[in-house]
T-cell receptor, first 114, second 118 residues
Framework: DTGVSQDPRHKITKRGQNVTFRCDPISEHNRLYWYRQTLGQGPEFLTYFQNEAQLEKSRLLSDRFSAERPKGSFSTLEIQRTEQGDSAMYLC????????????FGEGSWLTVV | AQKVTQAQTEISVVEKEDVTLDCVYETRDTTYYLFWYKQPPSGELVFLIRRNSFDEQNEISGRYSWNFQKSTSSFNFTITASQVVDSAVYFCALSEAGITGGGNKLTFGTGTQLKVEL
């Protein structure tokens, strides 16, 4: 499978706990994106990386959220001190750096905070 | 700021009917891209089409066709002879065209839930 891979697919956690999601992009895609999607809404941009550099962060990304892409390959998204409002699907996507290329999405990681 | 509006929240059709999903967008950019994605219950967003703002030709791919009208800022999607497997949420999205700055992030609409019944 050469698509975008996300892990875990589902996570249930208690409020106040930390959670981490991992994304493995399509091989050789230098751009990687994180989006959040709540029920009945479209995905909303959180942040993106070009190689290992985090170039943009949305205002949606509070101080409790941190994303890394240490070697320019896989990425992690950590949420600290989770709140019920963090319950959502977290989508990862990647694309190559060439112009006109398409962003491809993974299957998402569902987070439920109880 | 960019905005995408999908006014149809849910559409139900009977198999073999044609159905059109509407998409209206707002942007100040003169160059931009428009997209449609399909999201089945599994959650993955499946890419269907990308259109740049300079190309207003309609496109057909099998049972799918897209009508881009810059004058009305619309990019509508038609499924001909719908099938049960077409049941999903469909998202229209917009991005700026530059390869630097902004990262070409997507702005999505709220989606249209399509239900195709036998």
């Amino acid at each position: 499978d050469t698509g975008v891979s996300q892990d875990p697919r589902h996570k249930i956690t208690k409020r106040g706990q930390n959670v981490t999601f991992r994304c493995d992009p399509i091989s050789e895609h230098n751009r990687l994106y994180w989006y959040r999607q709540t029920l009945g809404q479209g995905p909303e941009f959180l942040t993106y990386f070009q190689n290992e550099a985090q170039l943009e962060k949305s205002r949606l990304l509070s101080d409790r959220f941190s994303a890394e892409r240490p070697k320019g390959s896989f990425s992690t998204l950590e949420i600290q001190r989770t709140e019920q409002g963090d319950s959502a699907m977290y989508l990862c996507a990647s694309r190559s750096g060439q112009a006109r290329n398409t962003i491809y999405f993974g299957e998402g990681s569902w987070l439920t905070v109880v | 700021a960019q905005k995408v509006t999908q006014a149809q929240t849910e559409i139900s059709v009977v198999e073999k009917e044609d159905v059109t999903l509407d998409c209206v967008y707002e942007t100040r950019d003169t160059t931009y891209y428009l997209f449609w994605y399909k999201q089945p219950p599994s959650g993955e967003l499946v890419f269907l089409i990308r259109r740049n703002s300079f190309d207003e030709q309609n496109e057909i791919s099998g049972r799918y066709s897209w009508n881009f009208q810059k004058s009305t800022s619309s990019f509508n999607f038609t499924i001909t002879a719908s099938q049960v497997v077409d049941s999903a949420v469909y998202f229209c999205a917009l991005s700026e065209a530059g390869i630097t700055g902004g990262g070409n992030k997507l702005t999505f609409g709220t989606g249209t839930q399509l239900k195709v019944e036998l």
